[in-house]
């Protein structure tokens, strides 16, 4: 399809483990965002890369976050050393550029550590 | 410090009739506003969005609604039918092309045949 595509859909383990979030953005955008969204919460922003490179980095919750984008495309979010508080929903967005322009949201990753 | 408020966690209507979604933001430097709609394990849908030099933007049944001194946004859907039912979160952006959205928490909408 068209739309942003993330993988997968639902991951669930154990606490400790590493995992690793993809997202796959509408062709032809350059901006690139990662949210998680907890229960009961609004959406909370962790990452944008604009191109390949991430201007801000301000939003991830600790350094065992981390996310790259390669070819100013497929983007990954990876965390190391799970814990159970990291258990959300787990949501990339794209757009074609960052002036009044609307993001576009994929259907999210649910992240389940038990 | 939630800047972005959405007070209404959840709200029903009856069919045809009109639905109203509050949002509040609390920082002056908001000017690009923006609504999503959420259907259960799905990701937000974008709806319609506001810039801050205007107070009205309309797109069919939707109407966004924007009083800058009151800080004060709002959804009108008309006429309200069932397939609205959803989640509806406001968004606001900090500064023209500041990408960092920031969040309701939400309005879950039910909209009763």
């Known amino acids: 399809g068209a739309g942003v595509s993330q993988s997968p859909s639902n991951k669930v383990t154990e606490k400790g483990k590493d995992v690793e979030l993809r997202c796959d953005p509408i062709s032809g955008h350059t901006a690139l965002y990662w949210y998680r969204q907890s229960l009961g919460q609004g959406l909370e922003f962790l990452i944008y890369?604009?191109?390949?490179?991430?201007?801000?980095k301000s939003g991830l919750p600790s350094d065992r976050f981390s996310a790259e984008r390669t070819g100013g495309s497929v983007s990954t979010l990876t965390i190391q050393r799970t814990q159970q508080e990291d258990s959300a929903v787990y949501l990339c967005?794209?757009?074609?550029?960052?002036?009044?322009?609307?993001?576009?949201f994929g259907d999210g990753t649910r992240l389940s550590i038990l | 410090d939630q800047q972005v408020k959405q007070n209404s966690p959840s709200l029903s209507v009856q069919e045809g009739r009109i639905s109203i979604l509050n949002c509040d933001y609390t920082n002056s430097m908001f000017d690009y506003f923006l609504w999503y709609k959420k259907y259960p394990a799905e990701g937000p849908t974008f709806l319609i969005s506001?810039?801050?030099?205007?107070d009205k933007n309309e797109d069919g049944r939707f109407t966004v609604f924007l009083n800058k001194s009151a800080k004060h946004l709002s959804l009108h859907i008309v006429p309200s039918q069932p397939g609205d039912s959803a989640v509806y979160f406001c968004a606001a952006s900090p500064n023209s092309g500041t990408y960092k959205y920031i969040f309701g928490t939400g309005t879950r909408l039910k909209v009763l045949a």
């Open positions: 506001i810039s801050s030099i205007k």
């Open positions: 967005a794209s757009s074609q550029g960052t002036l009044n322009q609307p993001q576009h």
């Open positions: 890369f604009q191109g390949n490179s991430a201007p801000d």
